[in-house]
Nanobody, 121 residues
Framework: QVQLVESGGGLVQPGGSLRLSCAASGSIASIYAMGWYRQAPEKQRELVARITSGGSTNYADSVKGRFTISRDNAKNTVDLQMNSLKPEDTAVYYC???????????????WGQGTQVTVSS
């Protein structure tokens, strides 16, 4: 099995910063992509940022220039540095990886339990 453990959420004032971290463990043969999604109340889950094993990144337009995603392939961790936070960034943030448990397995999506980020004065 694959486990994802997230940390770093919390309450921050507008303009502040937070750093989210996610560590993947368990039966993992390889990870193609690691990323963060978020879901605000009564809204659909949306991609925030994603990074491949080769280092290619993509970001939601709403966070470009404010958020930075990074990963450590050796440790199977992915971080999201969030700066200049806005109230509209308030959501539950989920870590996601595209990984396979065996070299010959298909790629599957795995999700963390979610961490709350609240931006409010």
């Amino acid at each position: 099995q694959v486990q994802l453990v997230e940390s770093g959420g919390g309450l921050v004032q507008p303009g502040g910063s937070l750093r989210l971290s996610c560590a993947a463990s368990g039966s993992i043969a390889s990870i193609y992509a690691m990323g963060w999604y978020r879901q605000a109340p009564e809204k659909q889950r949306e991609l925030v940022a994603r990074i491949t094993s080769g280092g290619s990144t993509n970001y939601a337009d709403s966070v470009k220039g404010r958020f930075t995603i990074s990963r450590d392939n050796a440790k199977n961790t992915v971080d999201l540095q969030m700066n200049s936070l806005k109230p509209e960034d308030t959501a539950v943030y989920y870590c996601n990886i595209a990984a396979r448990e065996k070299i010959w397995s298909r790629w599957d999506d795995y999700w963390g339990q979610g961490t709350q980020v609240t931006v409010s004065s």
